[in-house]
């Protein structure tokens, strides 16, 4: 049997341990980030279990080059041929690789992904409308409908003088339909008169009574909606403050990234608190039913949110094995996901290489 150099062992192994280091390093982050063990779960865990695994890897490595080497004798070959295969497509090909891939992704993105998210709320929370001007803009909205109310009993007015069908006729009941509809009244509420000829004193009668009559519903229906334009409003103010101290925190989380040349995970971190606090305040002044402002913000700006770009299953295996991660992912420093597969590729390849090294069979 050849005696092996201890010195190339030592150094394959030691070799074999730093880029594994990296590859088990970069594995956590993603794992741990993705919360995949759901959230409180310490990061010592995560490395762990991963170091775990990188070791039974890259041992499923050594049992498959071990399979294919004639000069040794390698006991149930065929078995051990098909269970390193099958170690290294469920750990290496499945986890380690697309978790390393997004790793390096998020160091290299991360800041500036966050900043185009604060830079856009900031300008969202500018742009809301101060109380008073709001509450001209909500007055005109909940007083559409007494307009609407006015000139339909116009329109009734004008039936009931209508030379073809003078009265109190069947389009004239319609249109007063309409009129208690728009009251939230039940038909029939208004009382219903008809002339009893065509007389111009009939016809005045006719005309004073529903006329009488509408507005005498109208200025109650008004009082409510005045009601609903003091609440509005009242809620708008807190709705305003709310956004003023979220746009000063937004700032500040933007300006704290700025301040970074290697962003701290604690600064990340208080920026998507600080991102999903502006969503938050941004859709409690949108009507029920709208477009969520983080919605908007994929569809119009065309950008990854930052919350997203920390879960490895929604970047890798949603958003880029479906083709839709360059669309979502628009900053132009990203080389490209498929320049940190072939990183990653290196760094494990390399790692492997060694570990075979530095305990290969005479």
């Keep these: 049997m050849n005696q092996r150099n201890p010195v190339v062992v030592i150094l394959s192994f030691l070799a074999f341990i730093a880029f594994g280091a990296i590859s088990c390093w970069a594995t956590s982050e993603s794992l741990f980030h993705t919360e995949l063990f759901g959230q409180g779960v310490p990061k010592i ?28 004798f390698v006991e149930k070959r065929r078995l051990k041929l098909v269970g390193g295969i099958l170690i290294v497509l469920v750990f290496w090909i499945m986890v380690s690789l697309p978790t390393n891939a997004h790793t390096f992704l998020y160091k290299k993105s991360a800041k500036s992904v966050a900043q185009k998210e604060l830079k856009w709320q900031e300008g969202q929370l500018e742009g809301i409308a101060d109380v008073d001007a709001y509450a001209i803009q909500v007055r005109n909205d909940v007083m559409k409908p007494v307009l609407e109310i006015k000139q339909k009993k116009e329109e009734l007015i004008g039936e009931i003088n209508n030379p073809d069908r003078p009265g109190f006729a069947e389009r004239a009941e319609k249109i007063l339909q309409e009129i208690e509809g728009k009251l939230g009244l039940r038909i029939g509420t208004i009382p219903r008169t008809k002339a009893a000829n065509h007389s111009r004193n009939e016809m005045n009668r006719l005309r004073e009574h529903y006329s009488n009559a509408i507005d005498s519903q109208l200025e109650i229906f008004v009082a409510e909606l005045e009601k609903q334009v003091v609440v509005l409003a009242a809620n708008y103010e807190k709705h305003v403050a709310d956004a003023k101290s979220s746009e000063k925190l937004v700032r500040a989380a933007y300006e704290a990234l700025d301040a970074e040349d290697e962003t701290r995970e604690d600064v990340l971190k208080e920026a998507r608190k600080q991102i999903n606090n502006a969503y938050n305040v ?13 919605d908007t913000y994929v569809d119009k700006v065309k950008g990854m949110p930052s919350n997203r770009l920390t879960n490895v299953v929604e970047v890798v295996y949603k958003d ?13 420093e990203t080389k490209g996901m498929i320049y940190f597969f072939l990183l990653s590729l290196m ?3 390399a790692a492997f290489l060694f570990f075979n090294i530095a305990f290969k069979k005479n």
């Excluded at 941004?282 to 983080?294: E, I």
């Design 45 to 72: 865990m995560y490395w762990i279990i991963v170091v775990g695994f990188y070791v039974i890897t890259s041992l499923g490595t050594k049992w498959i080059i071990d399979s294919f080497n004639t000069e040794v």
């Design 320 to 332: 880029y094995l479906s083709g839709q991660l360059n669309k979502k992912y628009d900053m132009p």
């Design 347 to 349: 760094i494990d390849l």
């Design 282 to 294: 941004l859709d409690n002044g949108k009507a029920d039913g709208a477009t969520s402002s983080r």
